[in-house]
């Protein structure tokens, strides 16, 4: 549950006298005097995770203005991942097929973390086999660290750094931004799919 803003809480107390006033900051709150409850964390007005600057398989440079209209979740991963990473992308895919009408409005968008093995052929094959609206994105190795920064994510490999069967240790949560393009949620690790699917109706709504 968020913190309500400091408005909120003066439209809650605020006393009768002050009337039209408090009505007034009431209405002009981001948040409302109502708590929008999310069974996922609510990171809105995160001064984090603003921003992607990569590029798809196809070559196309992409940002995450290019899906404005649409719920966008962002999960970052890698190929070769053992578990997470494919179970997270089956579990999106289920997603979106639960919001059934409202399929078309979820875009689901996978971050490589392991630029030196995940070449845009190797992702054009794995992602979209999960489902066909998904979409990868990848870059140089500084242009991945600069965005796993710019999310806060860590990510580490495992085993030796010359070679080519390492693992990555990262962060497993998804970002969710709204139509507008705003950060809005971050999708737990262990979330139940049931949860997500609520959050998600919730934001199209």
């Not at 709150?29 to 996922?40: I, L, P, Q, S, Y």
């Not at 970052?76 to 078309?104: I, K, S």
Request: proline share 4%.
């Amino acid at each position: 549950m968020r913190v309500p803003a400091i408005s909120s809480i003066f439209c809650a107390l605020a006393p009768l006298q002050r009337g039209i006033a408090a009505l007034a900051l009431c209405a002009g709150a981001m948040t409302g005097c109502a708590k929008h409850e999310f069974n996922n964390i609510d990171i809105t007005g995160a001064d984090y995770a603003r921003e992607i600057a990569l590029t798809d398989t196809s070559g196309q440079a992409r940002t995450l203005a290019d899906y404005r209209g649409k719920l966008v979740v962002v999960f970052f991963g890698y190929t070769q991942c053992p578990d997470v990473c494919p179970a997270t992308l089956a579990e999106l895919a289920r997603v979106r097929h639960d919001l059934g009408a409202n399929a078309e409005r979820m875009q689901v968008v996978f971050v490589t973390l392991d630029p030196a093995r995940d070449k845009p052929e190797l992702l054009a094959r794995y992602v979209p086999a999960f489902d066909p609206s998904f979409v990868a994105l990848y870059g140089s190795e500084a242009q991945i660290a600069a965005t796993a920064r710019e999310f806060r994510l860590f990510s580490q490999k495992v085993g030796a750094s010359d070679s080519t069967s390492y693992t990555l240790d990262h962060t497993a949560g998804s970002f969710v931004f709204d139509r507008a393009g705003h950060v809005r949620l971050l999708i737990r690790g262990q979330a139940k799919e049931a949860e997500i699917v609520a959050d998600l109706k919730r934001l199209i709504g």
